[in-house]
């Protein structure tokens, strides 16, 4: 899974994270992409995620964003309304890892050359984190909520595109 050019620790997450909730929306296992809309933050892993594995987007009015879902999403079944909120359980995701991240992406906001150091350990503890994630049981790692009559309201943020920083 090299979308972004490596593999992203975001993509493996949000794979299982919606992997887990079509499970409970489409019990038959066929989901229907056309039947769904999900909230994201602006990030270029969980974007690019949501819209290829449900269908969801900004341009059809199935796709929002908002930072306040965090490393998750927000699942709704648009002929039911069912919906669910995923996310990682708190301590999964990795402290070190979080902080390397932020340095990162703080140095190349700034224009400051991130260091080839600081590159491969971030590849290496997210490349540890992807295969924990991925063969972990979802019920370890991750915290699945249904919200009760939600309204999905569509929000469209531009961000800076990080996905490329390490490449």
Not at 15 to 23: C, S, Y
């Amino acid at each position: 899974m090299k979308i972004h050019g490596h593999l992203c620790d975001g993509l493996v997450i949000s794979f299982v994270e919606l992997h887990a909730v079509f499970k409970k929306l489409f019990p038959s296992g066929i989901v229907d992409r056309t039947d769904l809309r999900v909230v994201s933050k602006n990030g270029p892993c969980w974007v690019d995620a949501s819209s290829m594995l449900t269908g969801a987007r900004i341009n059809f009015g199935t796709l929002s964003i908002d930072k306040n879902v965090g490393n998750g999403f927000i699942v709704q079944k648009i002929s039911t309304g069912e919906t669910y909120q995923v996310k990682l359980k708190d301590g999964v995701f990795p402290e070190n890892l979080a902080k390397l991240e932020t340095k990162i992406k703080s140095e190349a906001k700034a224009g400051k050359k991130v260091s080839d150091t600081d590159i491969k350990q971030l590849e290496t503890l997210a490349n540890k984190l992807s295969e924990k994630i991925l063969n972990s049981n979802t019920d370890d790692i991750l915290e699945i909520k249904k919200l009760y009559n939600y309204k999905f309201k569509q929000n469209i943020q531009v961000g800076t595109r990080t996905d490329i920083i390490n490449k």
